[in-house]
């Protein structure tokens, strides 16, 4: 029977594995970003710019505004910048340029010759990775950007625990689109133009650099049928209480199928893939 | 081989389909759209089985089947045809379970963390293979004595040097003490002294641990040296399987020296010295080429004359700018088992 292949096994070792296992992921993403001392630096460089940019840039086109330009002030609109590059210091991963190395290197072949599930390992390394940014990059960022800029405080204290959940699912969909996108190496082998082509779609979708509201009608028909809205827009609406808490929790509760389901067809595309390298060879 | 193998395989075959790519621009463009296959038959029903605690070599020249064979045993590809049953498992359809009771080892490639020390590595896969601190710490203590890893378990990966590298890989394969330890090209690459390292460590382990060891190799002394029995393959199909000693004194008997002559002006001496080998060598091999104009090469039988000797009358008759003393290449050794030379009656190629 071809569903004995072993990606199924692999999902049965997964369900036996202990957490301790996948912990130690965890701190190896940890360590592993720690080796780059120069990434780090420039990294938190790279997200200052990024804020001022586009602080200079919402001052002008609210110089020319009546107070509110589609139901942001100019507060709000700061806030929702400043917020929204915080957060994705936290939910932005690079576990597909990862996979992709690892494809083209051929240590893929080094994954399956280990006791673990790859995916579980994806996973899990990502998170340590988003561990080690929240706390050494996320939090000196947010502080130093709530130092220079002003940032309005979250709407309520409800709204600021659903937008921590919001933030964690934005995190969680990264991973599982990274993994979708980082799985065509194996079947493609160069994969940098998908690369590419995801951080502009992302960077657009997810209504970091412009609310998706400022968008035409059709546009954000379209995009709430994409999961792409809920990495930055969602919680961000949120935290400036755009929505009502039971809207807000829709819009949770709706992020997560998304999540649900990204990593459902993650799993089925990694199974594929590998049977084909299991079969037709790397 | 013992009654009850450890790793079985019967009429094992892999077949590949590959596209074999047009030229040009224009063939490019056909590409696209069109492509012409190609089966490639990488393993062509094979069948050995390994005993327990046994160290066999595994050789043939390159792209004869050797990786592909190890990566069927070590589940990672699924055979087209055929069966293996290794420690009692089949590897592709329990790989999880399986590959907790082996350790591979690729030469070409690490499985340590690339960014990150040595000994992070070592942490992580102690956790995966469920390995107890009381047997990680009595085995690095081991491995430290044979291989000396003190000295770079706190360096990163990308900064050891290759012969470094491929110690701390033994040592992780070895960590969990598997029954099995498959060794693709282990010493490729690696100097005298670090080839020695590599070689004493495998001996130690198969002493202690009575751990069954199949390697792929290209150097004909990591089998003379480890192994008791080697199985040849060349274009898939195996050639010869069966003890070293029965196959040493015909296979491993030929050297040949490589020398460069120091000037043109050479050429009457070395026609003067071709003549006295020819006239010496009435038992055994002894058969001097021009390569090009400059370089020569003698192969000879090292059973019948001493290399010394050889040296000794080359560097008489002719000025010599430089030469190298080498085995015969496992490419030479598979022609001349096809040519018939060494058995009797050749397998000959697989129709």
């Known amino acids: 029977m071809t569903t004995a292949a072993h990606p199924l096994t692999a999902r049965r070792g997964r369900l036996q594995a202990s957490f301790?296992?996948?912990?130690?992921?965890?701190?190896?993403?940890?360590?592993?970003?720690?080796?780059?001392?120069?990434?780090?630096?420039?990294?938190?460089?790279?997200?200052?710019?990024?804020?001022?940019?586009?602080?200079?840039?919402?001052?002008?086109?609210?110089?020319?505004?009546?107070?509110?330009?589609?139901?942001?002030?100019?507060?709000?609109?700061?806030?929702?910048?400043?917020?929204?590059?915080?957060?994705?210091?936290?939910?932005?991963?690079?576990?597909?340029?990862?996979?992709?190395?690892e494809v083209i290197e051929g240590k893929i072949a080094m994954d399956l010759i280990k006791p673990v599930s790859v995916e579980w390992m994806w996973l899990t390394r990502a998170m340590?990775?988003?561990?080690?940014?929240?706390?050494?990059?996320?939090?000196?960022?947010?502080?130093?950007?709530?130092?220079?800029?002003?940032?309005?405080?979250?709407?309520?204290?409800?709204?600021?625990?659903?937008?921590?959940?919001?933030?964690?699912?934005?995190?969680?969909?990264?991973?599982?689109?990274?993994?979708?996108?980082?799985?065509?190496?194996?079947?493609?082998?160069?994969?940098?133009?998908?690369?590419?082509?995801?951080?502009?779609?992302?960077?657009?979708?997810?209504?970091?650099?412009?609310?998706?509201?400022?968008?035409?009608?059709?546009?954000?028909?379209?995009?709430s049928w994409l999961p792409f809205e809920h990495i930055a827009y969602t919680p961000l609406q949120i935290y400036l209480g755009r929505l009502s808490p039971a809207a807000s929790l829709r819009r949770v509760a709706l992020e997560y199928v998304w999540v649900a389901a990204l990593l459902l067809l993650g799993h089925l595309w990694w199974t594929r893939a590998t049977r084909k390298i299991t079969i037709h060879g790397g | 081989m013992s009654a009850d193998p450890l790793i079985s395989v019967r009429s094992l075959s892999k077949h590949f389909r590959t596209f074999e790519r047009r030229e040009g621009i224009v063939g490019g463009l056909i590409n696209l759209f069109h492509r012409e296959y190609r089966i490639v038959k990488a393993v062509d029903n094979i069948t050995f089985s390994i005993g327990r605690g046994d160290m066999v070599g595994y050789i043939g020249p390159n792209g004869a089947g050797k990786s592909t064979t190890i990566k069927m045993l070590t589940g990672i590809l699924v055979p087209t045809s055929g069966e293996i049953l290794s420690n009692g498992f089949v590897p592709w359809r329990q790989r999880a379970a399986y590959v907790k009771t082996i350790g591979v080892v690729f030469g070409q490639r690490t499985q340590l963390w690339w960014d990150i020390a040595v000994i992070e590595s070592f942490k992580l896969l102690r956790r995966i293979y469920d390995v107890?601190?009381?047997?990680?710490?009595?085995?690095?203590e081991l491995f430290d004595q044979v291989l000396g890893l003190r000295a770079f378990l706190h360096t990163p990966v990308r900064k050891l040097s290759l012969g470094q590298r491929m110690r701390c890989d033994l040592a992780a394969a070895l960590l969990h003490n598997p029954p099995i330890l498959f060794l693709d090209e282990p010493t490729i690459g690696l100097d005298v002294v670090a080839k020695d390292h590599i070689?004493?460590?495998?001996?130690?382990?198969?002493?202690?641990?009575?751990?069954?060891?199949?390697?792929?190799?290209?150097?004909?002394?990591?089998?003379?040296?480890?192994?008791?029995?080697?199985m040849i393959i060349d274009r898939g199909a195996l050639l010869y399987d069966g003890p070293l000693a029965g196959l040493k004194e015909r296979l491993l008997r030929t050297k040949q020296i490589k020398f460069i002559l120091r000037d043109g002006e050479q050429a009457p001496r070395l026609a003067a010295f071709e003549h006295s080998l020819s006239a010496s060598a009435q038992n055994g091999l002894l058969h001097l080429e021009r390569l090009d104009e400059m370089t020569c090469r003698l192969r000879f039988d090292r059973s019948s004359v001493s290399t010394s000797d050889l040296i000794r009358r080359i560097l008489a008759a002719v000025e010599v700018r430089d030469f190298v003393i080498e085995d015969e290449p496992i490419e030479e050794i598979v022609k001349r088992i096809y040519s018939g030379e060494v058995f009797a009656a050749p397998p000959g190629p697989q129709p």
């Not at chain 1, 950007?145 to 709407?155: E, H, K, S, T």
Request: aromatic share 16%.
């Open chain 2, 132 to 140: 107890s601190q009381r047997d990680f710490d009595e085995r690095m």
């Open chain 2, 199 to 230: 070689r004493q460590f495998l001996r130690a382990i198969n002493e202690r641990y009575k751990t069954t060891v199949l390697l792929t190799t290209h150097d004909l002394d990591d089998i003379e040296q480890l192994c008791r029995r080697i």
């Open chain 1, 128 to 223: 340590g990775e988003s561990g080690f940014r929240l706390i050494l990059l996320t939090a000196p960022t947010a502080i130093v950007i709530a130092l220079l800029f002003p940032v309005l405080p979250p709407a309520s204290h409800l709204h600021f625990v659903l937008f921590l959940f919001a933030a964690l699912g934005s995190f969680l969909l990264m991973v599982a689109i990274n993994f979708l996108i980082g799985t065509c190496a194996i079947p493609l082998k160069s994969i940098l133009a998908l690369i590419r082509a995801k951080y502009w779609l992302i960077e657009l979708l997810s209504g970091l650099l412009i609310p998706l509201n400022f968008f035409p009608r059709a546009f954000q028909l379209i995009s």
């Open chain 1, 20 to 101: 301790a296992k996948y912990a130690e992921f965890i701190r190896i993403g940890f360590v592993n970003i720690l080796a780059f001392r120069l990434r780090y630096y420039t990294g938190i460089i790279t997200y200052l710019i990024n804020v001022t940019v586009y602080y200079f840039i919402w001052r002008a086109v609210f110089a020319n505004a009546a107070g509110s330009l589609l139901g942001f002030s100019l507060a709000q609109m700061l806030t929702y910048v400043n917020v929204g590059w915080i957060i994705r210091s936290f939910y932005w991963n690079t576990i597909d340029q990862e996979m992709a190395y």
